[in-house]
T-cell receptor, first 112, second 111 residues
């Protein structure tokens, strides 16, 4: 069965520090991978998506970046965090928008 | 840009009551999904509807896709405290990789 792992669950980082969030998928090959951010329990903001190794599309210009070094690994990074980067970050995988997506359990990031 | 509007934004009811939440768009979607998200967790896919007029049931939850595939509804019968959460709808268009998400309906069911 397919599973998705996302870590860490919570993170408190000072302003200006780097960030690395990791997401891995098991049980499937060549999935589309996504990073979302969710503010205050509301809608999802798509940050990045990837349809293959090394292929990254950015939806929102900001100081975050994403990488996909392996087929089932997706990493969200920042060189210097801002207060506005605080939020709930979700990784997801799927194949087509029609079929729905599987989400990780999320990372609560607080930048202080 | 395709948009999905969910209503109501917030809903607070007593256990045992019935409720309906809506997801509307001016655009046609080839499919629509409903997710439930509990606090501190990721959304969990409940159902996908793909045919106009389609109705799917999941225990006490009934999902309907509009005939024109522009809207959907979620009806919960005899709500329970375990139904508490954020309900998100998401639409898929053709071969798109990117779903369009609504902003969600936050449901609280009081005992």
């Amino acid at each position: 069965s397919q599973t998705i792992h996302q870590w860490p669950a919570t993170l408190v980082q000072p302003v200006g520090s780097p960030l690395s969030l990791e997401c891995t998928v098991e049980g499937t090959s060549n999935p589309n991978l996504y990073w979302y951010r969710q503010a205050a329990g509301r809608g999802l903001q798509l940050l990045f998506y990837s349809v293959g190794i090394g292929q990254i599309s950015s939806e929102v210009p900001q100081n975050l970046s994403a990488s996909r070094p392996q087929d089932r690994q997706f990493i969200l990074s920042s060189k210097k965090l801002l207060l506005s980067d605080s939020g709930f970050y979700l990784c997801a995988w799927g194949f087509r928008a029609n079929y729905g997506y599987t989400f990780g359990s999320g990372t609560r990031l607080t930048v202080v | 840009t395709q948009l999905l509007k969910q209503s109501p934004q917030f809903l607070s009811i007593q256990e045992g009551e019935n409720l309906t939440v809506y997801c509307n768009s001016s655009s046609v979607f080839s499919s629509l999904q409903w997710y439930r998200q509990e606090p501190g967790e990721g959304p969990v896919l409940l159902v996908t509807v793909v045919t106009g007029g389609e109705v799917k049931k999941l225990k006490r939850l009934t999902f309907q896709f509009g005939d024109a595939r522009k809207d959907s509804s979620l009806h919960i019968t005899a709500a329970q405290t375990g139904d508490t959460g954020l309900y998100l709808c998401a639409g898929g268009a053709g071969g798109s990789y990117i779903p369009t998400f609504g902003r969600g309906t936050s449901l609280i069911v009081h005992p």
